[in-house]
């Protein structure tokens, strides 16, 4: 049975909304300058990459900042939809995404050899 969206549901989402587009906006101005690479990373020119280019400290952490720019995305743009599709159908919808990266609650196992 769908439940009625509320007032405060409302503002709860579009708050939820709004933080998330600060910091997506935040994490475009600070990466946008470098065009998304802070750190050099070797170009290809059509060459193979080493597995040093992959696993290399800057390609690593140019990756990761992609994919925390990425997940901000994904967390902005839920509330978001979420927001324009309860104020259509007046009907609240659940979380479409939990922030996986930064609150993952299951355990990581570290084999140490």
């Not at 600070?30 to 597995?51: C, D, M, Q, Y």
């Amino acid at each position: 049975m769908p439940v009625a969206a509320t007032l405060p549901y409302f503002i709860e989402t579009a708050h939820a909304f709004l933080i998330g587009f600060l910091k997506m906006s935040l994490l475009f101005s600070l990466l946008s300058p470098f065009h998304f690479r802070i750190f050099a990373t070797p170009s290809n020119n059509g060459e193979v990459w080493k597995i040093n280019d992959y696993v290399g400290i800057g390609n690593l952490i140019n990756n990761f900042l992609v994919a925390v720019l990425f997940q901000q995305a994904l967390a902005t743009f839920g509330p978001g939809l979420s927001l324009i599709a309860s104020s259509l159908t007046g009907i609240r919808y659940r979380e479409l995404m939990m922030n996986p990266m930064f609150t993952a609650t299951s355990p990581v196992r570290l084999i140490l050899i």
